[in-house]
């Protein structure tokens, strides 16, 4: 059953002429029951947000400043750790205050822009685990000719559509949402302004904007989806046909840390979706929203730095160099 608040709980709210109260400002509970654990909790994720911020920060100034990481793939990673810091940055400080404030108020205006940079991060995400599953396609399958497929020019017109496109699927979704009328109540049980929530609160008709979400969720989630599997589906088979074993190792540890990336991600994801966002289910949907929002971000920069050579050798590289700079 949704919470209502008497109407005088409501910050900020007008009346139109058929006496239908608009609300303009929403109330996040995030999460009630931590009572006495919430301090641990906010440091906790303070520490999360600072080292996954750290991470992703590292892997950008490292790619761009190594000249020995100037390949596609390392191109696209950039873009990926842009896309993570944009997202923990939207989502993490807004319930870092709904924790320590055990609730927080949000204006409606504030909680759109929250929802299209989510949209925005969430969606090139997707987009960008594509096509470094197709730089890893042309590298292992057709490597004679992946120079002159991935080049420059094409990286660059890659990265546009995954971030353009991210945009303006978003942009529908924020536009229709502007459309619908909120009367009350003004709460919503969760830790930032997730859509599915936000509409839930809508005293309109929502059919178009529920269809609409299903419709674009296609293009953004599992066409994308598929393709990686079935990229990844002819990478294993090319690599079995490899008649040497340091061959094999060498190709699947080149495929085996984007393609740990894709399974944490899309799994998280369609978790997330699958799992409704009202009833006994909330509190799942909460986790499972914490993983989406926190932990995967944090387990992008971990995994590649960790498993990649290149990138550990770039590392050292660059802390010898600040140290030596420091001797002198």
């Known amino acids: 059953m949704p919470i209502r608040l008497r109407s005088n709980f409501y910050p900020h709210q007008s009346t139109s002429q058929d006496n239908q109260t608009t609300v303009r400002d929403l109330l996040l509970l995030g999460f009630p029951d931590l009572h006495n654990l919430k301090i641990l909790v906010f440091y906790l994720l303070l520490m999360v947000y600072i080292v996954t911020f750290t991470g992703n920060f590292l892997i950008i100034g490292i790619v761009t400043t190594s000249q020995q990481l100037n390949s596609p793939i390392y191109f696209f990673l950039c873009h990926l750790s842009v896309s993570d810091i944009v997202l923990i940055t939207n989502i993490v400080p807004q319930m870092l205050q709904v924790i320590l404030e055990e609730g927080a108020t949000i204006p409606l205006t504030r909680c759109i822009i929250q929802l299209i940079f989510n949209g925005v991060s969430a969606g090139a995400e ?16 057709n490597p004679l000719h992946y120079s002159s497929i991935m080049s420059a020019s094409l990286c660059y017109t890659l990265v ?127 986790v499972l929203a914490l993983l989406y929002t926190v932990l995967t971000p944090l387990f992008n920069p971990i995994i590649y730095s960790l498993r990649n050579q290149e990138i550990r050798a770039a590392l050292r590289k660059c802390i010898c160099i600040v140290i030596g700079r420091k001797q002198f």
């Open 160 to 286: 546009t559509l995954c971030w353009l496109l991210g945009f303006i699927l978003t942009l529908i979704v924020a536009w229709l949402v502007c459309k619908l009328q909120f009367c009350g109540p003004n709460v919503i049980d969760h830790f930032y302004c997730e859509l599915g929530p936000l509409v839930e609160l809508s005293c309109s008709d929502t059919s178009i904007v529920e269809i609409v979400v299903v419709a674009l969720g296609t293009p953004i989630i599992i066409f994308p989806f598929v393709f990686v599997l079935l990229t990844y589906v002819y990478i294993s088979l090319t690599i079995l046909r490899i008649p040497a074993t340091t061959g094999k190792q060498k190709a699947f540890s080149t495929c085996s840390s984007h393609l740990a990336v894709v399974c944490v991600y899309y799994g998280t994801l369609t978790a997330k979706y699958i799992v409704p966002s009202r009833g006994q289910l909330q509190n799942l949907n909460k």
């Open 126 to 141: 997707c987009f960008l685990l594509t096509v470094m599953s197709y730089d890893r396609y042309l590298a292992i399958c």
